[in-house]
């Protein structure tokens, strides 16, 4: 049995691109570019284009760190977390995890945590987790440390389920099994590419993989 799994929010239980798209388009128009239809935005998202890249191509003049601090301060807003919407087997998978471990913790760089536990509620998953670490005011840029800052490191088997490099850097730096999922912000190539335990379609694919 696992001692944890820790799970990544955003792109792994929830499908965030309508919000993505959303809030790039309100910066757009802030900023004064032409935004490109969603299916290009995100695929120039999920090959990890540079934020110089995207602005070429929105016909933005804006400085990337003006474009990145526009981003961040809406794409948490209440009126784009409501175009999130959980993937279809979201809250099944996240009951068949008790299956493999006690403890099951939401791992997240969200901000905003009042807006965060609402978002939660509202989906009906706040009690799906033993525990919700997110960054909130801190400065931590690492997942791992995020983690190493609420709770000492696992001492047994855990494995970590996300949709980016990241979440695979995190698992390896805490001893996990890396589990990534190609649903959310990041190609299967470049997934493959870091190495992880496995490359899933989903995260029901996941938890299967972690049950063998």
Known sequence: ?????????????????????????????????HGVPFAAYWQMKRNRAS???????????????????EFETRIEAPEFLTLDSPY????????????LTDRVYLVTMRRNLQALDAQLRAMGMAAAFDSVIARGSSTTESKAALIRHCHAAPNGPAAWI???EEDIAA????????????SGIRDRRLLEAANPDIVADSLREAIEFLSK
């Open 1 to 33: 049995m696992l001692e944890v799994v820790y799970v990544d929010l955003d792109g792994t239980l929830l499908d965030f691109s309508r919000r993505h798209y959303a809030c790039y388009m309100d910066c757009v128009v802030h900023l004064g570019g």
């Open 51 to 69: 934020i110089e890249q995207l602005l070429k191509r929105s016909a933005m003049n804006a400085a990337p760190n003006l474009y990145s601090a």
């Open 88 to 99: 279809p087997d979201a809250g099944s998978a996240l009951t068949d995890l008790r299956v």
């Open 162 to 164: 996300g949709d980016t």
């Open 171 to 182: 698992a390896r730096s805490l001893g996990s099994t890396a589990c990534a999922v190609s």
